[in-house]
């Protein structure tokens, strides 16, 4: 089982940012509680140049972990509630493996 990071662009629909911000920070908060065992950092970004824009950056001991984090319950009404308020064409996703990394220990390979 490697590791497995998950980088995700979005930008909301006008005047929809707070909300979409608030919603994204519902993952990293349902994790310091204890509810996602694997996560090893989650990180919600917000871009400098355009506040309407935010970054996630996730990494999960497994793909195991993030299946089970992303066929929970509230990780399916996060992603219904999230979905009207971003432009559809902004999102962009993509995931890879981490070679390096510091903040975090990498699980034995």
């Not at 490697?2 to 707070?18: D, F, N």
């Not at 989650?42 to 999960?60: G, I, M």
């Amino acid at each position: 089982m490697a590791p497995v990071t998950y980088l995700v662009r979005m930008t909301a629909k006008p005047g929809h940012a707070e909300q979409v911000l608030e919603l994204l920070l519902t993952n990293p908060n349902r994790i310091e509680q204890g509810g996602e065992p694997g996560n090893l950092a989650f990180a919600v970004h917000r871009s400098l140049d355009d506040p309407n824009e935010f970054w996630l950056y996730e990494t999960w001991e497994s793909e195991e972990a993030v299946n089970a984090h992303e066929s929970g319950a509230a990780f399916g009404e996060y992603k219904e509630k999230l979905r009207p308020l971003v432009e559809p064409d902004s999102v962009m996703f993509g995931n890879c493996t981490p070679i390096k990394v510091l903040g975090y220990r990498l699980p034995a390979q």
